[in-house]
């Protein structure tokens, strides 16, 4: 029997190495800035996208990727009659994971299509573990009941210091309206059930680190029980490498990985933001 092949898109937070590794494939978003088009992560990085954001005359746009991208990506997994999983960002962020189950309709292959209810770090946990089962021969539906299982125990804060994009995308709806006669406070928010809700506002940055302080001392006390950490930042690494610091002051060996975001976080986040993502272990 063929084993399962794993799809997701490029809002993932994970490494090359991880991908080739456990033969990720990853179906890029694309990408508007200025009039420009860019297809993200082939023809420009993330470091790249942050800066050209940060000098951009309008706020870029980013769209899931296009059916055909889908649909070839499919067809070339699934000439073997490999069975297909396929795991993508919240749909409360992006169109992705619906033009991916349009896909799978259009191929007729034997896909299975999942909305992780996460992005960044938070979706590559589900991701990762769903590769790591495919390579050890596993069916498509204990890998799904696992995945579950993960999503089930994540937990997902990002501190926003700026609402400028929030409130110019207006991807993050009832929020972004919620804060429009708010102009300069802080923010921190959670995502949860592919719904995004504010746990923290106020001013000054004080009113991020208070929080994250609480979600740090959160984690050191539930360390043992921790299977993974992401830190994913904008442009601003400080806060986010001073969390990592502290939690691996007590959990030396504690998995963390610390990078940029992609850009759809980034351009929906806006400068400074940062998001800290973790599972409990089953």
Partial sequence: MNKVKIVTDSSVQITDAEVQEY???VVPLSIEIDGEQFIDGENITREEFVQRMLTSKNLPKTSQPPLGKFVDAFKELGADGSPILAIHMTK???GTVEAARQAAKITVLNITVID????DRALAFQVLEAAKMAQAGKEVADIVTAIEQIKNQTHLYMAIPTLENI?????????????STFLKINIVIQLKDSKVGILKKGRGIKTIENYMDK?????????ANIAEIGISYVDD???????????H??????PILTRVTSPVITTHAGKGAFAIMYYYRS
């Fill in 92 to 94: 409360g962020l992006s």
């Fill in 237 to 247: 690494i400080s806060i986010p490498q001073n969390l990592e610091q502290r939690i």
């Fill in 167 to 179: 409130l110019k995308g207006g991807r993050l709806g009832r929020v972004a309206a919620s804060l």
């Fill in 215 to 223: 979600v740090v001392q959160k984690i050191n006390e539930d360390g």
């Fill in 249 to 254: 002051e007590r959990w030396p060996k504690m």
């Fill in 116 to 119: 992780s209810e996460y992005t």
């Fill in 23 to 25: 033969d990720i494939t």
